[in-house]
């Protein structure tokens, strides 16, 4: 398969603690995005990498939220101190910088729970 | 970006096309026309496309209003595997100073196959 994976695809957390989710983009793809997205909405943009470079991460919803690419492959979202309502689908995409960025491909999810 | 305007919900006989439309009356002469779907509980599919012109793909083909302040998706011989909700979005393109961030999402249109 060489789609955009994630792991894992499902986090239940108690309120309080730390969680980290990966992503792995397409190979050839140098963009990586990050989304969130709760019941009944579409997506909301998080965050952005070209290569290892973070260009945008303005839109991070709290300073509990940080992520990284460090070798401009694989991806990390980290939550800090978990709260209910960071309950939601989080949402990797990738895209190639030399193409269209706004084509993204995105992976299928990881379904975090806060208990 | 300019602000897009969907139907929340759509119901389409399978093997009929399915018309998906949507408004963005607001649109500016470099900002394209993107569709993108989402079938339960995975991911965003990017589906099709444009700036002015009609465009088809394997997928589907997109109709632009002259005025560009609306469009339509066809999927020309609906399946029961369409059903998913369905987001338009307006975005300029990279090269025009739209950047290369992520996109915005609204609530989408939920189309429903029928059998």
């Known amino acids: 398969d060489t789609g955009v994976s994630q792991d894992p695809r499902h986090k239940i957390t108690k309120r309080g603690q730390n969680v980290t989710f990966r992503c792995d983009p397409i190979s050839e793809h140098n963009r990586l995005y990050w989304y969130r997205q709760t019941l009944g909405q579409g997506p909301e943009f998080l965050t952005y990498?070209?290569?290892?470079?973070?260009?945008?991460k303005s839109r991070l919803l709290s300073d509990r939220f940080s992520a990284e690419r460090p070798k401009g492959s694989f991806s990390t979202l980290e939550i800090q101190r978990t709260e209910q309502g960071d309950s939601a689908m989080y949402l990797c995409?990738?895209?190639?910088?030399?193409?269209?960025?706004?084509?993204?491909?995105f992976g299928p999810g990881t379904r975090l729970t806060v208990t | 970006d300019a602000k897009t305007t969907q139907p929340p919900s759509m119901d389409c006989a399978e093997g009929r096309a399915a018309n998906l439309p949507c408004n963005h009356s607001?649109?500016?002469?470099?900002?394209?026309v993107y569709w993108y779907r989402q079938i339960h509980s995975q991911g965003p599919q990017y589906i099709i496309h444009?700036?002015?012109n009609n465009e088809t793909n394997e997928m589907a083909s997109l109709i632009i209003t002259e005025d560009r302040k609306s469009s339509t998706l066809i999927l020309p011989h609906a399946t029961l595997r369409d059903t998913a909700v369905y987001y338009c979005i307006v975005r300029v393109d990279e090269y025009s100073g739209g950047g290369a961030d992520g996109l915005t999402f609204g609530k989408g249109t939920h189309l429903i196959i029928q059998p």
């Open positions: 990498f070209q290569n290892e470079a973070q260009l945008e």
């Open positions: 995409a990738s895209s190639l910088a030399s193409g269209n960025p706004h084509e993204q491909y």
């Open positions: 607001t649109i500016s002469g470099n900002e394209y």
């Open positions: 444009g700036l002015k």
